[in-house]
């Protein structure tokens, strides 16, 4: 079978542990062919794991690539996405606070040009339930996320509030929205938010707190759905990867999952 060729847009946390589980598990369905980063160092890092990968720009690698996955940030995945799309390139999408409000779009060329375009669940569990309840109706889906402070420091949400993060020994509130402003306000931290909003549709408003706790050791995110149909409750509870506080590792295991069903005729869940 010929191999699908993979582009890495991205070699952080993300892009080099899936390169890791690529060449590790998935190198009979899979060839990682080029990586990109905006830091060059990251980019020759991943070549130690991807021997067989050069460094490309992001138009070059999209060029060489079956299949691009995108794990650089919320700035620039839209862009990355819809070059890729419109070159009928499949694209693996895991900073989707960018893409959030934009997706029409993408959808349309990806169904134009044929090519895959894949979201995967990334830091939760239960968008297979959401979208089928979407369908009948859903009247409200609340997330409640919960992480250690340090994995929320950076956002930009601080630049307007100001919150002491280093010195917060409770359970604390931090942002009370709706999905647009959490995503724009936490970019790096609320894909979760994102996904939710895609899976549901936009008539559905999500709603979202954030909570910083320093007695936590795991990012948590808690999703009510309310629907004539069901009532979800799903709770995650997720180590984060070592190499980023702010990412899950369960995100990372995701896009695997995605990958290894991306060219199989088993589909296991809807
Ligand atoms: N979908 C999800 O559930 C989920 C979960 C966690 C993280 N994410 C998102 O995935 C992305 C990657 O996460 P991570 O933990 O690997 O982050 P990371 O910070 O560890 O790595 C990101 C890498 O991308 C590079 N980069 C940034 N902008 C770039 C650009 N324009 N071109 C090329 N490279 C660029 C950075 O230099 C860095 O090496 C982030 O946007 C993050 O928010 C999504």
């Not at 862009?79 to 799309?85: C, G």
């Not at 009247?139 to 601080?158: D, E, V």
């Not at 695997?256 to 296991?268: K, M, P, Q, T, W």
Request: hydrophobic letters at 45%.
């Amino acid at each position: 079978m010929k191999k699908i060729k993979i582009g890495i847009i991205g070699c952080g946390a993300i892009g080099t542990s899936l390169a890791r589980i690529i060449e590790e598990r998935l190198s009979e369905k899979f060839s990682i062919v080029a990586v990109c980063d905006a830091c060059q160092e990251k980019a020759e890092a991943l070549l130690r794991i991807c021997r067989r990968a050069k460094i490309l720009d992001a138009a070059h690698l999209i060029a060489a690539s079956d299949l691009v996955v995108e794990a650089a940030s919320a700035a620039v995945s839209y862009s990355i996405a819809r070059r890729s799309l419109s070159a009928g390139k499949g694209i693996l999408a895991m900073s989707i606070g960018g893409i959030l409000g934009r997706e029409k779009e993408l959808i349309s060329i990806s169904r134009k040009t044929g090519a895959r375009f894949l979201l995967p669940s990334g830091a939760i569990c239960g968008l297979d339930g959401i979208r089928a309840l979407s369908a009948v109706g859903i009247s409200s889906l609340t997330l409640n996320t919960s992480k250690p402070p340090k994995a929320l420091a950076g956002a930009a949400f601080f630049k307007t509030h100001k919150v002491d993060l280093a010195g917060i020994r409770k359970k604390t509130l931090i942002f009370s929205g709706h999905a647009a402003q959490a995503v724009r306000f936490f970019p790096q931290n609320i894909n979760v938010v994102a996904l939710l909003q895609l899976a549901t549709g936009p008539r559905v408003k999500v709603k979202v707190q954030i909570w910083a706790d320093p007695a936590l050791r795991r990012n948590v995110h808690e999703i009510d759905v309310v629907s004539p149909a069901a009532r979800l409750k799903i709770s995650c509870e997720n180590t984060a990867s070592p190499d980023n506080p702010k990412t899950s590792y369960l995100a990372i295991l995701s896009a695997a999952a995605s990958l290894a069903g991306f060219s199989d005729a088993v589909r296991i869940g809807s």
